[in-house]
């Protein structure tokens, strides 16, 4: 049994992993870069954003529930 074509194909399976791994690594780090720059550009930080917009939902559902029990209250009164 030839033990030759089974090193080829372990070395070249070696090889592409080498290339997938040094591939992973360079688009993740122009994914990074890319997240980075357009944080920069953000007029307010993700922190910033998301308390403004919990503050917007919390708003929203309490004057949701007040019209529903208001609601209910005036179905009540005919």
């Known amino acids: 049994m030839s033990t030759g074509?089974?090193?080829?194909?372990?070395?070249?399976?070696?090889?592409g992993a080498?290339?997938?791994?040094?591939g992973l690594v360079l688009s993740g780090s122009a994914l990074i870069r890319a997240v980075?720059?357009?944080v920069q550009e953000m007029d307010m930080p993700p922190s910033e954003v998301a308390r403004a917009k919990?503050?917007?939902a919390k708003a929203a559902t309490s004057a949701g529930a007040?019209?529903?029990?208001?609601?209910?209250?005036?179905?009540?009164?005919?």
């Open 54 to 56: 919990w503050a917007q």
């Open 36 to 38: 980075r720059q357009w």
């Open 18 to 22: 080498l290339f997938g791994v040094a």
């Open 66 to 78: 007040s019209a529903w029990q208001n609601g209910l209250a005036t179905q009540g009164r005919r």
């Open 5 to 15: 074509p089974l090193m080829t194909g372990g070395a070249l399976m070696g090889i």
